[in-house]
């Protein structure tokens, strides 16, 4: 087998630099989670409503077109388990418990992001 | 080649179709990780392809073409700004990087799907006004290098052997 050239050598470092990139920004971003203590709910850059993890519920959340997500609150971790969106992609996306997770629903311009509770309690009092 | 050609037009329209074809075909085998957003970019076969026989215009043409016309045909403007900042920095990185002549296909093929993530992401944490989407990035870049590979050595193996 003949060498690589040094072109396809380059492939390699590119790939394993992003590979390892990424890697390192995954563990960073596990090691440093944190429980969340409540999920906030985000329309168009809005903040629209905060609920806490520790009670379980469910809510429907409604946008200015008449469509909806549904949100579930359970076990301390909040999902998006309906929508009337047709790629249905926040409803695949997995449920979120830890700071700063969030799941997106591109067509309805809606955040659902979880937050600690001192981040709550400022945002209320402010 | 330059000189505009009835031959060379035909030719590009029949690549921003595959292009449209190949965007189409995997809408239809959606894959759903835990990040939105994981895409093989088989389209990018198309676009890499007119990068090398033709060139950087030609591949930007075919390429916004292809999303122009995907938005007409079954999307909204929301998913068309997307497209466009995943694209055009996709574009502009495959572009750049095949000047310095250091790279195959293949390393080309990955930062085009590195970078079209990173453009959509990057243009929905404006548009949404969320820093905390950028949390995606790390698996949509490992995606986008697996995926990359896969493309850059269809591509590789297309523009060699296709004759037009």
Same mark, same amino acid.
């Given at each position: 087998m003949k060498p690589l $050239?040094?072109?396809?050598?380059?492939?390699?470092?590119? &790939?394993?630099?992003?590979? /390892?990139?990424?890697?390192?920004?995954?563990?960073?971003?596990?090691?440093?989670?944190?429980?969340?203590?409540?999920? $906030? !709910?985000? @329309?168009?850059?809005?903040? *629209? &409503?905060?609920?806490?993890?520790?009670?379980? @519920?469910?809510?429907? *959340?409604?946008?200015? +077109?008449?469509?909806? +997500? /549904?949100?579930? *609150?359970?076990?301390?971790?909040? +999902?998006? /388990?309906? &929508? /009337?969106?047709?790629?249905?992609?926040?409803?695949? @996306? $997995?449920?979120? $418990?830890? +700071?700063?997770?969030?799941?997106?629903?591109?067509?309805?311009?809606? !955040?659902?992001?979880?937050?600690?509770?001192? @981040? &709550?309690?400022?945002?209320i009092t402010a | 080649m330059k000189r505009f050609d009835t031959k060379r037009m035909v030719t590009l329209a029949v690549c921003a179709a595959v292009a449209m074809i190949l965007s189409y075909l995997e809408s239809l085998f959606p894959l759903h990780f835990a990040v939105p957003g994981i895409k093989i970019g088989l389209a990018n076969i198309s676009v890499i392809f007119v990068l090398y026989r033709f060139g950087a215009g030609e591949a930007i043409v075919v390429s916004l073409l292809r999303i122009f016309w995907l938005a007409i045909l079954f999307g909204n403007v929301m998913t068309l700004i997307y497209s466009v900042c995943g694209a055009l920095l996709s574009l502009i990185g495959m572009v750049l990087l095949k000047k310095t002549r250091r790279f195959s296909e293949v390393g080309i093929s990955i930062a085009g799907g590195v970078l079209h993530n990173a453009g959509q992401i990057m243009a929905a944490a404006v548009l949404m006004?969320? #820093?905390?989407?950028?949390?995606?990035?790390?698996?949509?870049?490992?995606?986008?290098? #697996?995926?990359?590979?896969?493309?850059?050595?269809?591509? #590789?193996?297309l523009i060699k052997r296709v004759r037009i």
């Amino acid at each position: 087998m003949k060498p690589l $050239s040094q072109k396809y050598k380059n492939d390699i470092r590119l &790939a394993v630099g992003l590979f /390892t990139l990424a890697v390192i920004a995954l563990v960073l971003l596990f090691c440093f989670r944190e429980d969340g203590g409540y999920v $906030s !709910v985000v @329309q168009d850059g809005v903040e *629209i &409503a905060q609920y806490p993890l520790s009670k379980e @519920q469910t809510v429907v *959340i409604p946008d200015e +077109n008449g469509d909806s +997500n /549904t949100l579930v *609150i359970k076990d301390h971790t909040a +999902n998006i /388990t309906d &929508a /009337t969106c047709p790629d249905k992609l926040c409803v695949k @996306q $997995s449920a979120v $418990s830890y +700071n700063g997770e969030t799941i997106v629903c591109l067509p309805h311009k809606l !955040v659902i992001k979880v937050v600690s509770d001192t @981040q &709550a309690e400022v945002d209320i009092t402010a | 080649m330059k000189r505009f050609d009835t031959k060379r037009m035909v030719t590009l329209a029949v690549c921003a179709a595959v292009a449209m074809i190949l965007s189409y075909l995997e809408s239809l085998f959606p894959l759903h990780f835990a990040v939105p957003g994981i895409k093989i970019g088989l389209a990018n076969i198309s676009v890499i392809f007119v990068l090398y026989r033709f060139g950087a215009g030609e591949a930007i043409v075919v390429s916004l073409l292809r999303i122009f016309w995907l938005a007409i045909l079954f999307g909204n403007v929301m998913t068309l700004i997307y497209s466009v900042c995943g694209a055009l920095l996709s574009l502009i990185g495959m572009v750049l990087l095949k000047k310095t002549r250091r790279f195959s296909e293949v390393g080309i093929s990955i930062a085009g799907g590195v970078l079209h993530n990173a453009g959509q992401i990057m243009a929905a944490a404006v548009l949404m006004d969320m #820093a905390q989407i950028v949390y995606y990035l790390p698996v949509l870049i490992i995606s986008g290098t #697996a995926a990359g590979v896969a493309v850059g050595i269809i591509s #590789a193996v297309l523009i060699k052997r296709v004759r037009i």
